[in-house]
């Protein structure tokens, strides 16, 4: 579905923050957040194009965003905790792309974590504010 806000109110989803336990939370928030992020890269970057990174059964990044010869990596956890883990496509996408520029795991916490060499976590609000305004968070 083209909107994510019409998407979760048919869903009867009313909240997906980090208390929410409908099974539908991630789906509505990579919708939402690729709403946002094509919303404000396509009107400023020429030519930009959005991608999901699969191998398939072992591995996925949610987004990779193509600018020219430069690839940013982005990953989505509806959650206010990282855990290990959730960095292991990430890196390893990044590790394995010599063109991509940085990952970024965008997440419910407050605080921009390094996670490694070129790995970012960054808060949602963080995010979403930098693809409204054009500044990084």
Not at 24 to 44: D, V, Y
């Amino acid at each position: 579905m083209a909107d994510s806000g019409l998407a979760a109110h048919l869903a009867g989803v009313a909240q997906v923050g980090t208390s929410s336990a409908e099974l539908l939370r991630g789906a509505l928030l990579e919708n939402h957040l690729l709403q946002n992020l094509m919303a404000a890269l396509e009107p400023h970057l020429i030519g930009v194009r959005l991608y999901f990174w699969h191998e398939q059964g072992r591995q996925e990044v949610d987004f990779v965003i193509e600018h020219g010869c430069k690839l940013v990596a982005v990953e989505v956890k509806a959650t206010g905790r990282l855990e290990g883990s959730d960095t292991n496509s990430l890196r390893d996408f990044v590790r394995r792309t010599p063109e991509c520029m940085a990952g970024v795991l965008t997440y419910f916490g407050q605080e921009l974590l390094p996670l490694g060499e070129k790995l970012w976590a960054v808060p949602l609000h963080g995010l979403l504010a930098w693809t409204l305004q054009g500044t990084p968070p």
